[in-house]
């Protein structure tokens, strides 16, 4: 679609869901908070201790954005790069809202893994892979089904075998490496991924830490009183299976519920004394909407406007009347209220948009 | 004597007035007006045997929508045609009519109160004489007693149906002129939005606290308090026995203060395994004191609100038993809240009767439940919500097939009475006596003619009553308690009394999430402080107002209606 290039913009930059290409996800003002995750990051990175780090913020304050945004493979490498360390290993799931919610994190888990790639990195950086895990761990089953995911070749065999759908003769054809069973249990869910989580990091070789992070943490609220129980006792156990090396994010929207103060009441104590970090998506102020959109504008300018405003194509007064008009908006919010703005002058061919411009769409705006 | 001349005889006895007709060819009503300000009438019904006789068509009763004075031949005739088996005596308000009160000198008159009072009247007269009564709006219902024209306004009005007594009548007249000499008038809490006559919600959802005989005494909820600040979190398996174990100790205060109903007590061997305490605790949980998340026990956030206050608060009596203003507050407000349809009603019993027995109490209570929940759904103005109605009729028919009424009553009644008891708006007899009496204290009395003018204000009975507890429970509750205001307060000191609470609910409710703070938690809290310290009642609708307008550049309100419930953030700059 044409875009005004009288706005000397590339694209619209507002969005209200976070972009999936890597290269469309920007980070724009707010430079405390992702201050805060870069040095938990390059902690991580550094240093070996697990640890838990919750995200709070109201729908639409940009957590989603933010765990994209530190899953693109280019911030990671830099961050990696700035502790002189290797690069982590991550993964996003939004939290499962099923009846069996550890193996279905297991299975988000596993759908997210490059097994392939993971296993020639893993073999041509640590050639005493086996040694490790044969020192390591002490329970056979999680022995034998880590070594198989560095061991078998084909990937088909491992995918199967690790979401269950192996047949017993070709369970039994892979005697050789000692695997007996398929996944039976929830423990053995918990298990195995620690053994591979504590593989893959083994001496921050590989990979320096591995980062879960998962989204849409307030579901736990509206999961059952068993199923709660089971997602706290999955992040419980994967924290004491993995002291080291293992960097857990959950995003959580700042809700009050039914009878609770917030979604902190749903994590059990241990899982509390795991917390190292909070970090708070508060809603912002002009000066920091300023800075957003200064910044987001400036990641999508065709070329540098040096006798312009950093806000153009809107006149500083707009974004003033926008904040106290709909003070306390959320992020999302406001990328919807520009970007409204924007597809409006688009439309009419307006080169910028003035105060008057925006109090005669203002109706398009509210909605009423 | 028959009954319709008997009538006439004594009213035109008593009241100057003509017998008027209204009828059409199906009924005629009979009824006489002016009469104190009330109307009596009744619908009279044709004698079988004359049922074809000319003389009633001679009487030109059908189509008769407007009012006819009676001719002197036909007041003569009406005896020997009709008969009828009960009186029906109302009062209406016109809707609209309101608009002309003013504030400074506002005393108009309670219809709902008028109709209490005049059952209570009645009911001292001859405790069997009232069939029925009825609270309601009448659209469309031709006006017999003003002058006003029925228009686009409504009818708002009570009924009393009495049984045609020869004997009583005349009394029942007599109580009339009484009433009408000191009508009741609606509380000045009210008149803004009494003159505004402003829309009140009703989500119409009935609530109902699980109750067992045993969980008589508030004070064992006040002690899962005290168990609170001293456990904040308990295993949820050992949790019965480890509260049962700490109330034991408490007995002797309970036997001393009040009796041994409701009291928790070990095992035979002396041990607590937590079955005495289990009724205490299923109520609480009824009431969403308790949490159980990760099996673990915790105060609800509702619950720490109390728990707080409870912790900081410089007791009158050691006694837990004895309530403190407080505890009254709380517990008056989440019983009203949360049981509303059987408080209510039971305190509505007790009001018509002054002073009754519990075996009385039990022998009409199902009945009147039915008759409420039956009058819920015939959907007099506003009633189209199917899903409601379904609801309301499933409560009825499980209120109707109670197998053994007798014993189920004995679990609903005693603990609600012994609450109020507990809350002084009621009294019973310490001792155990086989006869227990109920009779409503002076406090009770106010209380429930504080519901009666959330009534007025919706023109009907209630029965989901959250929007009048969000916007009264505090003006009842000081009202009822009689608690005075502290000298020299101005709104800005008010004012800057409340931002101080706000601003230490940050600290006191400091949750995992940084800088924020439940809207709910505040809310109560500052509600309950300013009652107790400053003796205002505030609403929380006063309150949210004041945040979200005059506290706008102090802290972010953020509110979400699937939970009804929202939170504070301090504005940071």
């Not at chain 1, 609770?260 to 970090?277: A, N, P, Q, T």
Request: proline letters at 3%; one cysteine or more; charged letters at 25%.
């Amino acid at each position: 679609m044409a875009f005004n290039t009288s706005f000397n913009l590339k694209a619209n930059p507002f969005r209200s869901v976070p972009a999936n290409q890597a290269e469309e996800l920007v980070w724009a003002g707010f430079d405390e908070i992702k201050g805060k995750f870069e040095e938990r990051i390059k902690k991580g990175i550094r240093i070996p201790n697990s640890g838990l780090v919750l995200n709070w913020g109201e729908y639409g304050s940009g957590k989603t954005h933010a765990a994209k945004f530190f899953g693109k493979q280019s911030v990671l490498e830099k961050l990696a790069s700035e502790s002189k360390g290797s690069k982590p290993l991550y993964i996003y799931l939004t939290l499962p809202k099923g009846r069996s919610p550890i193996e279905d994190i297991f299975t988000a888990i596993i759908d997210k893994l490059d097994i392939g790639k993971l296993r020639s990195e893993v073999r041509e950086i640590s050639k005493d892979i086996d040694e490790y895990i044969d020192n390591t761990f002490d329970d056979t089953f999680v022995k034998t089904s880590v070594k198989a995911v560095f061991s078998i070749a084909e990937q088909g065999i491992v995918k199967r075998f690790l979401y269950g759908s192996l047949t017993p003769k070709e369970i039994r054809d892979l005697g050789q490496l000692e695997i007996l069973r398929g996944f039976k249990s929830e423990n053995d869910y918990i298990k195995f991924l620690s053994g591979l989580f504590s593989t893959l990091t083994f001496n921050k070789r590989v990979y320096s830490c591995v980062i879960l992070w998962i989204d849409e943490f307030e579901d736990i609220a509206t999961l059952t009183r068993a199923s709660s129980d089971k997602v706290n006792s999955f992040l419980r156990e994967i924290f004491d299976n993995t002291p080291s090396n293992l960097l857990v994010f959950l995003n959580l929207t700042q809700s009050p519920l039914f009878t609770v103060e917030d979604l902190g009441e749903y994590m059990s104590e241990s899982l509390k004394s795991r917390i190292r970090h909070r970090i708070n998506f508060e809603t912002p102020n002009q000066k920091q909407l300023t800075e957003y959109l200064e910044d987001l504008l400036s990641a999508f300018r065709i070329e540098n406007q040096p006798d312009k405003s950093g806000l153009f194509p809107f006149d500083v007064e707009v974004v003033r009347s926008v904040f106290s008009d709909f003070k306390n908006a959320s992020l999302r919010r406001y990328n919807d209220i520009f970007s409204t703005l924007l597809e409006l002058a688009d439309i009419e061919s307006i080169p910028e948009i003035d105060i008057a411009f925006y109090e005669k769409n203002k109706n398009e705006i509210t909605g009423f | 004597m028959n009954m319709v001349s008997n009538f006439y005889n004594v009213l035109s006895k008593t009241a100057n007035t003509r017998p008027y007709l209204l009828g059409n060819d199906k009924e005629v009503w009979f009824a006489m007006t002016e009469t104190y300000g009330f109307i009596i009438s009744f619908k009279v019904e044709l004698r079988e045997e004359e049922e074809y006789d000319d003389d009633y068509y001679e009487l030109e009763f059908e189509e008769q929508r407007e009012r006819r004075y009676m001719s002197d031949d036909e007041l003569e005739a009406l005896p020997s045609l009709f008969h009828t088996n009960y009186i029906q005596l109302y009062t209406t308000e016109i809707y609209g009519c309101r608009e002309g009160e003013n504030i400074e000198d506002f005393r108009p008159q309670s219809i709902s109160k008028t109709l209490y009072t005049l059952l209570r009247e009645l009911y001292t007269l001859d405790k069997n004489l009232v069939i029925d009564y009825e609270l309601h709006t009448n659209e469309g219902f031709e006006d017999w007693g003003s002058m006003c024209s029925v228009g686009e306004y409504f009818n708002y009005l009570f009924l009393i149906y009495i049984k045609c007594s020869d004997n009583q009548l005349l009394t029942a007249v007599e109580l009339l002129r009484s009433v009408n000499n000191s009508p009741p008038i609606v509380s000045k809490y009210v008149a803004e939005e009494y003159i505004a006559l402003k829309k009140f919600s009703d989500s119409k959802r009935i609530n109902i606290l699980n109750t067992n005989t045993k969980t008589r005494r508030l004070g064992y909820l006040k002690l899962l308090g005290k168990y609170f600040i001293k456990y904040p979190q308990s295993p949820y398996s050992q949790f019965y026995k480890r509260y049962e174990s700490f109330v034991i100790p408490y007995q002797r205060q309970l036997t001393e203060s009040i009796n041994s109903r409701g009291i928790v007590s070990a095992n035979i061997k002396g041990a607590a395994n937590g079955s005495s305490a289990r009724p205490y605790i299923e109520l609480a949980n009824s009431l969403g004191f308790v949490n159980a998340l990760n099996k673990v026990a915790t105060a609800s956030k509702d619950f720490k609100v109390y728990v707080e206050i409870l912790g900081n608060q410089k007791p009158v009596s050691e006694n837990p038993f004895l309530l403190e203003l407080f505890d009254k507050l709380f517990f008056g407000e989440n019983i009203l809240g949360k049981d509303f349809f059987y408080i209510s009603i039971l305190l509505e019993i007790i009001y018509i009767r002054h002073t009754t027995s519990f075996n009385d109490i039990k022998e009409v209570f199902q009945g009147v439940l039915i008759e409420r929940l039956k009058y819920f759904q015939q959907g007099y103005h506003d009633f189209r919500d199917k899903k409601v109605i379904e609801n309301i009729k499933r409560i009825e028919e499980r209120i109707s097939s109670w197998e053994k009424p007798e014993r189920y009553l004995e679990h609903v009644l005693m603990p609600r009475l012994n609450w109020l008891a507990d809350l002084h708006l009621v009294q019973l007899p310490k001792a155990r006596k086989r006869e227990v009496t109920v009779s409503i204290t002076a406090k009770g009395n106010t209380f429930f003619e504080c519901i009666c003018d959330w009534y007025d204000l919706k023109f009907d009975w209630i029965i989901n009553p959250d929007e009048f507890m969000d916007s009264y429970f505090p003006h009842i509750f000081a009202t009822t308690f009689n608690i005075p205001p502290k000298n020299d307060l101005t709104e800005q000191s008010i004012k800057d009394f409340i931002l101080d609470q706000i601003n230490a609910c940050f600290d006191i409710f400091r949750t995992m999430a940084a800088n924020r703070v439940t809207l709910s938690q505040t809310v109560s809290y500052v509600q309950g402080k300013v009652l107790i310290e400053l003796g205002i009642p505030i609403s929380k609708k006063y309150l949210d107002n004041v945040i979200q307008n005059e506290f706008k550049d102090l802290f972010v309100y953020k509110f979400q209606l699937q939970f009804n419930d929202g939170y504070l953030q301090k504005v940071k700059n």
